[in-house]
């Protein structure tokens, strides 16, 4: 008998972009409303490099919070070739900082300041070993020779496998993975090692950016990949394995940029995040492994506490927006107009 309301221990979302300033304010509140706490990336321009950036970008989300919301932002730093040791023994201790992002420089939006050559970061990673700051890793090489399906599989014995001999310590999340190889890779690497699942990576294939046409609102990066990668993930997401824990990636971008001659990457999933992720977990047979996946996994990781109280998402059919307000434009949710079953009470 399929069910018709699922309550689940306050979630958060352990990977969001909330940018900044207006754009900021149009996105913010979709969020707040699904989710307790999220993990706020800090690929700002400029970025977020230091803990002083880091505390005032944390008073700027604080202060654009709808009235009465008590959404918690867990803040992280951009690594870059001159993060020091000192930068990270400062923001271990803060209680404000709660991981160090890694993007290689090129690999994404705004990541122009990004690490070089992971060697530059040598200092400021052991800092992290010692401290047990996570590593955050959007895990994609940057060389343009690598087909761009297959940049995170070569990530894979590029670099995370010679960085977790250097820093077998070193905690690590491998953000918002899209292959079978990267989940296969942090079932069975050492402890310590943990990943992000986006709802987009477990509910499309990379056939939804061509059907009927190049569709830009399913462009993001790492880009989608073939079913077998789909399946691969969703096993990982639904196995139970405290190891894979929920993230969006939700990735605002204004409409006329996605729809563009050179898109940006990016899916925006704030407003109706729960609602995807349930939709995936549903077809997969597997809404008893929703809760562990987005209100246990991630807290166990972060050692944080987990969240009181509850949320409910009742069998309700509901059509997507096709365009919400956005500063000077309008955004496109992710599968603007298509009807979902499931809909997060308010
Ligand atoms: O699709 C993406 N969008 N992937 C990223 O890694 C960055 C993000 C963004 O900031 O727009
Ligand atoms: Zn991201």
């Not at 069910?3 to 979302?13: G, W």
């Not at 925006?268 to 996994?297: C, R, W």
């Amino acid at each position: 008998m399929a069910i018709d309301e699922i309550k689940l221990i306050r979630p958060d979302d352990w990977h969001l972009h909330l940018r900044d300033g207006e754009a900021m304010n149009a996105v913010i509140g979709a969020s707040a409303a699904q989710f307790a706490r999220a993990i706020v990336m800090p690929n700002l321009k400029p970025p977020v490099t230091n803990l002083e950036q880091a505390r005032a970008y944390r008073d700027r989300i604080l202060a654009a919070l709808p009235a009465g919301s008590d959404f918690k932002p867990l803040m992280t730093l951009y690594l870059t070739d001159n993060t020091s040791a000192q930068q990270i023994t400062e923001a271990a201790a803060s209680g404000v900082v709660h991981g160090v992002k890694l993007y290689p420089a090129g690999a994404t939006t705004n990541s122009d300041a990004g690490v070089t050559d992971i060697r530059h970061a040598y200092p400021a990673l052991e800092a992290m070993q010692r401290t047990g700051l996570p590593l955050l890793v959007h895990g994609e090489v940057t060389d343009s020779q690598i087909d761009l399906f297959d940049r995170e599989h070569v990530f894979i014995d590029k670099v995370m496998i010679p960085l977790r001999k250097d820093f077998p310590g070193l905690r690590v999340v491998f953000e918002h993975i899209t292959t079978a190889q990267a989940a296969a890779y942090v079932s069975g690497a050492e402890e310590g090692v943990a990943a992000t699942i986006t709802a987009h990576h477990l509910l499309y294939n990379r056939n939804a950016i061509f059907i009927g046409g190049v569709r830009p609102h399913w462009y993001c990066l790492p880009v989608l990949k073939r079913e077998i990668h789909r399946q691969a993930l969703v096993q990982a997401a639904t196995s139970g394995n405290p190891r894979f824990f929920l993230g969006t990636d939700s990735a605002p971008h204004a409409q006329r940029l996605k729809e563009h001659a050179i898109g940006c990457a990016g899916c925006y999933t704030a407003p109706h995040a729960l609602e995807l992720y349930a939709t995936a977990f549903e077809i997969a047979g597997a809404l008893d492994k929703l809760e562990a996946f987005a209100s246990l996994n991630g807290p166990a990781f972060y050692r944080l506490p987990v969240n009181t109280g509850t949320v409910t998402l009742r069998r309700e059919p509901w059509t997507i927006p096709d365009s919400l307000p956005f500063p000077g434009d309008a955004i496109v949710p992710l599968a603007a107009g298509e009807t979902l079953q499931w809909r997060l009470q308010g």
